[in-house]
Nanobody
Framework: QVQLVESGGGLVQPGESLRLSCVVS????????IAWFRQAPGKEREGVSC????????NYVDSVKGRFTISRDNAKNTMYLQMNNLKPEDTAVYYC?????????????????????WGEGTLVTVSS
């Protein structure tokens, strides 16, 4: 059974940092593209960042460029999102995702996931 478990969220002040983790089980992360999405209250889910498997290339939504860094540890079946200089507009539930490279999740920007397998997410609240 495929499972994605996000963690690392919390309440922080503007300018602070958080590192989100996502442990996957039921399959190996090798050979998949990975991504992080977020959903703010009252808004649609949006792609934040992704990483291609074959070359390690990354894409970021403009609002987080220079502040967020996506990474992966295939040996641990885990992906990460390092978030620095957090802003109130980063407040959202953050979800990790994966997909086959041919599904084009990480070709231009952050694409859509072709399936409906999601974790419960981890809440990030940025407030003073």
């Amino acid at each position: 059974q495929v499972q994605l478990v996000e963690s690392g969220g919390g309440l922080v002040q503007p300018g602070e940092s958080l590192r989100l983790s996502c442990v996957v089980s039921g399959f190996t992360l090798d050979h998949y593209d990975i991504a992080w999405f977020r959903q703010a209250p009252g808004k649609e889910r949006e792609g934040v960042s992704c990483m291609r498997d074959f070359d390690g290339g990354t894409n970021y939504v403009d609002s987080v460029k220079g502040r967020f860094t996506i990474s992966r540890d295939n040996a641990k079946n885990t992906m990460y999102l390092q978030m620095n200089n957090l802003k109130p507009e980063d407040t959202a539930v953050y979800y990790c995702a994966y997909d086959f490279p041919y599904k084009r999740l990480c070709v231009t920007g952050v694409g859509s996931v072709s399936h409906d397998v999601w974790g419960e997410g981890t809440l990030v609240t940025v407030s003073s």
